[in-house]
């Protein structure tokens, strides 16, 4: 291997562990050594244009970085096509293997508590996480994390399993989505092989286990996890839950489990605000670009502001924006970003005045049910004749398409977030001792979903 390619293979190394595996394996991968140098320039060769016009636009600065740390010469490197080569005998350089990052049991050790952004939303959550990362089995058992979809319950959960890992890596970490335990214990009581299914789940230090709302229904799968809960908890082996809703909302999933669930502690990650999700950006912006600065502030308020209730939307987003501008070759602005995002913020716009719609019907519905004006219930008059239906329809929009508090607040006369989330509770707490409200209730729902009901 010559000098220069040994230069490459080390700086390759420290961009594996500076950049996720995604970005990793995506864009330097394919770059496995040098072709030439000449003029204080070591030549890379890549597969296209795109790839170069990203590692030119993206990374260049890092690479040139780790060149002066890595040698004491002047060297830059430049990233070309085999079109703009003149021929001639390229440099030979083994194969190299990536030694990516390996971790048992199924995990992902990309997620790790280092790189969870942590905003007033998670806050709580993140600090319990890692007193149980620090302390499995002794602190909080099980934790029970719930929230809606994207807002980083799964990277929490993993980064709790990587902590163990990471200060004892013969610690047995398990995560398993709930239908993937669906599935084992499917195919492995079929099989007549439960000795096999109880040696994966038994045999474990800690059980992670994602999505476990998914279980609802599957009344054979959940026997067998309430014997498998039981089994673990009375170990003392540390049991973590992720889910989209508290454990006493769960549908279809038997209470023997959900009150096995609310023994530990309960955590929620709530919506980021706008602040938090523009720190989301840039750390994100880390692990995609060395250049993070050249990044407009008001071009990541902008994503920020359009993408507000899905990180996972949120850093999508980011990185459309990034790669429209890398293959057009345009700088980041306000305008190209907005070129770029206009098929999404079309589809979302569509989708909010669908769902705005809804809270209209939904509004319109309980109001004609309960024969008040839809003035009435959106309005500040305390009377108890529309208060209950005002809370009726706030738990009702809540329930179904389960939005901020905020949000809902601002189609009740901007009330704040503490008076939705007080009125969605007591009516949820009603509707199992009034048989009176749960009827009524039920036949706003039966009104709404018939598309016929103005």
């Not at 919506?271 to 840039?282: G, T």
């Not at 902008?302 to 990034?322: D, M, P, Q």
């Not at 309980?366 to 219930?377: A, C, K, P, Q, R």
Request: hydrophobic fraction near 40%; include cysteine; charged fraction near 25%.
């Amino acid at each position: 291997m010559n000098t220069y390619d040994l230069l490459w293979q080390r700086i390759l190394t420290d961009l594996e562990s500076t950049f996720n595996e995604e970005t990793y394996v995506e864009v330097f991968e394919p770059l496995k050594s040098t072709h030439k140098y000449a003029n204080g320039l070591v030549y890379v060769l890549v597969p296209n244009e795109f790839i170069k016009n990203r590692v030119n636009r993206l990374y260049l600065s890092k690479i040139n970085e780790l060149a002066v740390k890595h040698h004491k010469e002047n060297i830059r490197f430049k990233f070309v096509t085999e079109s703009e080569l003149i021929p001639e005998e390229t440099l030979v350089s083994p194969e190299r293997n990536l030694n990516l990052k390996y971790r048992p049991g199924n995990m992902n050790a990309t997620y790790t508590f280092d790189n969870f952004v942590v905003g007033k939303s998670n806050m709580f959550a993140f600090r319990m996480a890692m007193k149980v990362a620090d302390q499995p089995g002794a602190v909080a058992n099980p934790l029970y994390v719930f929230g809606d979809v994207g807002l980083g319950k799964t990277h929490l959960m993993q980064a709790i399993g990587n902590y163990i890992l990471d200060q004892d890596l013969n610690q047995k970490v398990l995560y398993v989505k709930a239908d993937g335990f669906i599935e084992d214990f499917a195919n492995l009581l079929k099989r007549e092989k439960m000795d096999d299914f109880n040696a994966k789940y038994r045999d474990i230090d800690v059980l992670l286990v994602d999505d476990i709302q998914i279980m609802g229904g599957a009344s054979k799968t959940q026997m067998e996890f309430f014997k498998l809960f039981d089994f673990l908890y009375q170990a003392n082996k540390q049991i973590v839950i992720t889910s989209d809703k508290p454990a006493a909302d769960l549908k279809n999933i038997m209470t023997r489990l959900t009150s096995r669930f609310e023994v530990g502690l309960t955590v929620d990650i709530q919506v980021p605000d706008l602040e938090h999700r523009i720190e989301i950006l840039k750390r994100k912006l880390t692990t995609e670009t060395s250049d993070i600065h050249d990044i407009p502030n008001n071009v990541l308020e902008f994503i920020a502001s359009s993408f507000v209730t899905n990180i996972r939307e949120l850093e999508g987003a980011l990185k459309r924006v990034l790669f429209y501008c890398l293959a057009n070759n345009l700088e980041l602005t306000i305008e190209t970003a907005n070129e770029a995002l206009e098929p999404l913020l079309k589809t979302k716009r569509k989708s909010d005045s669908l769902n705005e719609n809804n809270y209209d019907r939904i509004q319109s519905v309980v109001s004609d049910f309960y024969g008040i004006s839809l003035e009435d219930l959106i309005g500040k008059k305390r009377h108890s004749r529309y208060i209950l239906p005002r809370h009726i329809a706030m738990y009702l929009i809540k329930n179904q398409y389960n939005i901020p508090y905020k949000t809902i607040g601002g189609l009740f006369g901007d009330r704040d977030h503490s008076t939705v989330l007080a009125a969605c509770e007591k009516i949820e707490n009603e509707l199992k001792q009034d048989a009176s409200l749960k009827m009524a209730v039920d036949t706003i729902r039966k009104k709404l979903d018939n598309p016929n009901h103005k």
